[in-house]
């Protein structure tokens, strides 16, 4: 996949390129083109970039900074929580 990004980078408008996630044979319309656009929108781009990089085939290891916050927050609230066992306990008295 590197390697027919790199080819494809190199190539000059007009040639006859592939994209390097699916494999489509294409004339490259632009200095900056190196995927198709057979398939709609980014598919391929995002398909080679979440591949290229080993970091992003683990999806579990990257966590974004809102989800980081959102989890430290809940944990927050979960420790004073003392949940249906307090309240539970507090109604004896």
Same mark, same amino acid.
């Given at each position: 996949?590197? &390697?027919?990004?790199?080819?494809?980078?190199? &190539?000059?408008?007009?040639?006859?390129?592939? #994209?390097?996630? #699916?494999?489509?044979?294409?004339?490259?319309? !632009? !200095?900056?083109?190196?995927?198709?656009?057979?398939?709609?929108?980014?598919? #391929?781009? %995002?398909? !080679?970039?979440?591949?290229?990089?080993?970091?992003?085939?683990?999806?579990?290891?990257?966590?974004?900074? &809102?989800?980081?916050?959102?989890?430290? %927050?809940?944990?927050?609230?979960?420790?004073? %929580?003392?949940?249906?066992?307090?309240?539970?306990? #507090?109604?004896?008295?």
């Amino acid at each position: 996949m590197k &390697a027919q990004y790199n080819k494809n980078k190199t &190539a000059k408008v007009g040639e006859l390129i592939k #994209c390097p996630s #699916c494999g489509t044979e294409f004339e490259k319309p !632009y !200095y900056n083109s190196i995927f198709c656009n057979t398939k709609g929108k980014t598919i #391929c781009k %995002d398909y !080679y970039w979440n591949n290229v990089t080993p970091s992003k085939r683990n999806n579990t290891t990257r966590i974004s900074p &809102a989800n980081r916050k959102f989890q430290e %927050d809940r944990k927050t609230q979960m420790e004073y %929580d003392d949940g249906l066992d307090f309240l539970l306990d #507090c109604g004896d008295r």
